[in-house]
């Protein structure tokens, strides 16, 4: 069965980078769509990006510039490279996994989503 580990959250300083894991053991990620979503304390959950499954991006506006999904399907893994980090992206972030339909592939929504990592805290934080 599917499942989602992520990795790689942590403190670090306002402008400082961060690189989230998102790692599918034993799985092939090449048919998912892969989301990447955060829910900062008092909020909720909030789409970061997107990344279909051929490789196609979309990102939330906050984060456009800063932040790049990637895909590496040798090591069935999705990274987010969060680059000039703001004291307003912490958060719990989390990746899922789904089968979305062509015309909501890259939808900044949690439509479609069934597998669910368990979530890696980032501290943006002098």
């Known amino acids: 069965q599917l499942h989602l580990v992520e990795s790689g959250g942590g403190l670090v300083q306002p402008g400082g980078s961060l690189r989230l894991s998102c790692a599918a053991p034993?799985?092939?990620?090449?048919?998912?769509?892969i989301g990447w979503f955060r829910q900062a304390p008092g909020k909720e959950r909030e789409a970061v990006c997107m990344s279909s499954r051929n490789r196609r991006t979309n990102y939330t506006e906050s984060v456009k510039g800063r932040f790049t999904v990637s895909r590496d399907n040798s090591k069935n893994t999705v990274s987010l490279q969060m680059n000039s980090l703001k004291p307003e992206d912490t958060a719990v972030y989390s990746c899922?996994?789904?089968?979305?339909?062509?015309?909501?592939?890259?939808?900044?929504?949690?439509?479609?989503?069934?597998?669910w990592g368990q979530g890696t805290l980032v501290t943006v934080s002098s």
């Open positions: 034993g799985y092939s990620l090449d048919y998912y769509t």
């Open positions: 899922a996994a789904g089968i979305r339909p062509d015309t909501e592939e890259l939808a900044l929504n949690d439509r479609f989503f069934e597998v």
